[in-house]
């Protein structure tokens, strides 16, 4: 599978972004999602994730109560809805596909990445 993310840019502290993941292929069900994301000079870092039926998510504490993600099969697409932005999610963030259909928040699990989209804020 393919991935595609877009949305990024930027936005004041305090502000809304969403971001949106296309995958290819007719199998995108079969794939649970998640968010990752690398600050300048750190390591990647979980986000978010969601089962192959969207039931199922899961968060970093840091982001909690903050962004909700999101996926709606027909469109093959994956969301991450992020409100409340802080200085410190400033980061390229990376949508990524894993055959476990259940939620994973290891990196090391996810079998595809897209090319990231870069969310910048502002204090």
């Known amino acids: 599978v393919q991935l595609q993310a877009s949305g990024g840019g930027l936005v004041q502290a305090g502000g809304s972004l969403r971001l949106s993941c296309a995958a290819s292929?007719?199998?995108?069900?079969?794939?649970?999602m998640g968010w990752f994301r690398q600050a300048p000079g750190k390591d990647r870092e979980f986000v978010a994730a969601i089962s192959w039926s969207g039931v199922g998510t899961y968060y970093a504490d840091s982001v909690k109560g903050r962004f909700t993600i999101s996926r709606n099969n027909a469109k093959n697409t994956v969301y991450l809805q992020m409100n409340s932005l802080k200085p410190e999610d400033t980061a390229v963030y990376y949508c990524a596909a894993t055959t476990l259909r259940s939620i994973a928040s290891y990196a090391e699990l996810y079998d595809y990445w897209g090319q990231g989209t870069l969310v910048t804020v502002s204090s």
């Open positions: 292929g007719r199998t995108f069900s079969r794939y649970a």
